[in-house]
């Protein structure tokens, strides 16, 4: 059975800075990806940044976030800098695996991030 744990989250002032880590465990199979995504109050989740080979990011953290990945260790890290009140959610990590014609998405249980003076 696949799990991923999140940690990292915290409260941080505006401008600062915050690292998210996950690690996966679980299946003898790599994940085709791993990233990010964050849910904020009364929004709707949305990708924050993706590694496949290629990385994917919002264009809202462009610049600011960076997303690592250690496919041995099936790792995946997001480096926050310049954090914005507006970054505050819950920071989910995400593993995908596919089948032949399906897709399997895991999800750690979500990290707080709160930016605020």
């Known amino acids: 059975q696949v799990r991923l744990v999140e940690s990292g989250g915290g409260l941080v002032q505006p401008g600062g800075s915050l690292r998210l880590s996950c690690a996966a465990s679980?299946?003898?199979?790599?994940?085709?990806?791993m990233g990010w995504y964050r849910q904020a109050p009364g929004k709707q989740r949305e990708l924050v940044a993706s590694?496949?080979?290629?990385?994917n990011y919002a264009d809202s953290v462009k610049g600011r976030f960076t997303i690592s990945r250690d496919n041995a260790k099936n790792t995946v890290n997001l480096q926050m800098n310049s954090l914005k009140p507006e970054d505050t959610a819950v920071y989910y990590c995400?593993?995908?695996?596919?089948?032949?014609?399906?897709?399997?998405?895991?999800w750690g249980q979500g990290t707080q991030v709160t930016v605020s003076s």
């Open positions: 679980g299946g003898i199979f790599s994940f085709n990806a």
């Open positions: 590694s496949s080979g290629t990385t």
């Open positions: 995400n593993a995908v695996r596919y089948g032949t014609s399906t897709r399997n998405d895991y």
